[in-house]
């Protein structure tokens, strides 16, 4: 079983910055692709970056150039940094890990962007 756990979500005006942060338990974090989501309301989930286990990454057109997500295998640990916030971009925003077993979400985290 592996749990994930957003934190860094919160209330920002257009044009900041975010940095989301996503934990993962276990030991099989290295070989797991892992992305980032987000729903907004209203609207189906939809996928934001994705990064593979060796470090590639891949982004949702809205986001590219503004979003970056990034890991660190030696703490089980991925980011999204994400700068020129717009007010589109609220949303809950998800963890997502595929393991060799099963796919795993974390429990969301809200981002508000508003002045």
């Known amino acids: 079983q592996v749990q994930l756990v957003e934190s860094g979500g919160g209330l920002v005006q257009p044009g900041g910055s975010l940095r989301l942060s996503c934990a993962a338990s276990g030991n099989t974090f290295s070989r797991a692709w892992m992305g980032w989501y987000r729903q907004a309301p209203g609207k189906q989930r939809e996928l934001v970056a994705g990064?593979?286990?060796?470090?590639?990454?891949n982004y949702a057109y809205s986001v590219k150039g503004r979003f970056t997500i990034s890991r660190d295998n030696t703490k089980n640990m991925v980011y999204l940094q994400m700068n020129s916030l717009k007010p589109e971009d609220t949303a809950v925003y998800y963890c997502n890990g595929r393991f060799i077993l099963a796919d795993y979400w974390g429990q969301g985290t809200q981002v508000t962007v508003s002045s």
């Open positions: 990064i593979t286990n060796s470090g590639m990454t």
